[in-house]
């Protein structure tokens, strides 16, 4: 806007010069001046006082009118800076006065001029108005969205303030639930484990003195030792399982394929999709070690020599079988060769009974399908993830 005004000034110069009734002495120099103070004040150091604005158009029409009466120009350059100014910094309704000063200024201006002049200066001064009010409600919008984005922005900002609370408010109720059921823990310990060793040391010391005079009255106390040492440790399984449920043996080796994805995914950047089935069933530890070290072979291959950016797994659990398909983005290729990775995917599925089948070509990926069998035949000692106490 500052750099069309000036452009504005040059070409009311020129029009002076070229239409000029008269040569424009010092005081025409004086007037002009004015104008251009006149209007460049209000641009860059009034335009946000509506009052001061007003004022100073209508000084500028006046000294236009005065300008161009005397010294002649282009009718038009003396109101285009105005037109502007009174759409963009004012409100509707001086907006409205200023533009009907200048329509009646600009008639009788040039009310000697022929109709077509005076009919090309009013259509030209109604469109820098249209042209005006659209510049004005393309600012509005602007600072509208301008409010918005910052009303958002602080919204998000809370938001972020207000997860971080509730994130530090599970932690701490996490750690309060932990802390209690170790509380708990710990005195069932002591109740009943504390309890048992007890007796069975008291029992052991009867044994000792009991076994000098009567063998027989020790045989039975010993038995009877016995037994009351297998229900404490009954008691000590119970409380282990209540520590790790039965029912999560059977996803433990889930969870431990999703650390391993998820690892996998942190340090290379390439994006894992891992899905089950609904229905999912334990493995044994034989089982589980050939599926992990399946999925670190193929993760493996997809990014030496696949150069793949995605991944997708899925593991179907069927009746008696588990199904895992491997498929990756990568440039694959239409000569494999079986390599060691490859064999030793071979040589540990088919140790369980299963099967594998693979399927590439050059700019299709590569897609690996192994099926392991869940039978009874091929079931072991059941895998552990914590490596914790086996209560079988």
């Known amino acids: 806007m500052s750099i069309f005004r000036y452009i504005i000034f040059g070409l009311l110069i020129l029009g002076l010069i070229t239409f000029g009734k008269s040569d424009i002495d010092a005081r025409g120099i004086i007037l002009l001046l004015l104008f251009i103070i006149n209007s460049n004040l209000r641009f860059f150091a009034f335009r946000n006082r509506s009052a001061f604005v007003f004022i100073s158009l209508i000084l500028e029409i006046l000294l236009s009118n005065i300008i161009y009466e005397?010294?002649?120009g282009i009718a038009l350059f003396y109101f285009i800076p105005s037109i502007f100014d009174g759409v963009l910094y004012l409100k509707d309704k001086r907006a409205l006065i200023i533009g009907l000063i200048i329509y009646l200024i600009i008639i009788f201006m040039t009310k000697d001029i022929s109709l077509e002049i005076l009919t090309l200066n009013i259509g030209v001064v109604t469109i820098l108005f249209f042209i005006s009010y659209y510049i004005k409600y393309e600012y509005r919008q602007k600072i509208a969205a301008e409010k918005l984005y910052f009303r958002l922005k602080a919204s998000e900002e809370k938001l972020k303030k207000a997860n971080m609370e509730l994130e530090m408010y599970a932690d701490s109720i996490k750690e309060l639930t932990a802390m209690r059921e170790r509380n708990r823990i710990s005195r069932e310990i002591h109740d009943s484990v504390g309890h048992c060793l007890s007796t069975i040391i008291i029992q052991l010391g009867a044994i000792g003195k009991m076994a000098k005079k009567d063998g027989e009255i020790a045989s039975?106390?010993?038995?009877?030792?016995?037994?009351?040492?297998?229900?404490?440790?009954?008691?000590?399984?119970?409380?282990?399982?209540?520590?790790?449920?039965?029912?999560m043996e059977k996803y433990e080796p889930i969870i431990a394929i999703e650390n391993l994805t998820k690892q996998f995914s942190k340090l290379t950047g390439i994006d894992v999709n891992l899905g089950f089935s609904k229905e999912t069933k334990p493995?044994?530890?034989?089982?589980?070690?050939?599926?992990?070290?399946?999925?670190?072979e193929f993760l493996s291959n997809s990014v030496r020599h696949g150069k793949a950016t995605k991944v997708k797994v899925f593991m179907n659990f069927n009746d008696d079988q588990l199904i895992i398909t491997l498929k990756d983005n990568g440039i694959g290729t239409d000569n494999l060769k079986k390599g060691m990775g490859l064999t030793n995917i071979w040589e540990r599925v088919g140790e369980l009974g299963g099967e594998v089948?693979?399927?590439?070509?050059?700019?299709k990926g590569f897609l690996l399908r192994v099926v392991i069998s869940l039978k009874k035949e091929y079931i072991g000692e059941q895998y552990e993830y914590n490596q914790g106490f086996n209560s079988r």
């Open 357 to 363: 089948e693979y399927s590439t070509a050059k700019g």
């Open 70 to 72: 005397h010294y002649g």
């Open 220 to 247: 039975s106390m010993a038995e009877n030792l016995r037994e009351f040492a297998k229900a404490g440790l009954e008691e000590i399984r119970m409380a282990i399982r209540e520590l790790k449920p039965v029912e």
């Open 283 to 296: 493995l044994t530890n034989e089982q589980f070690t050939v599926v992990y070290r399946v999925m670190q």
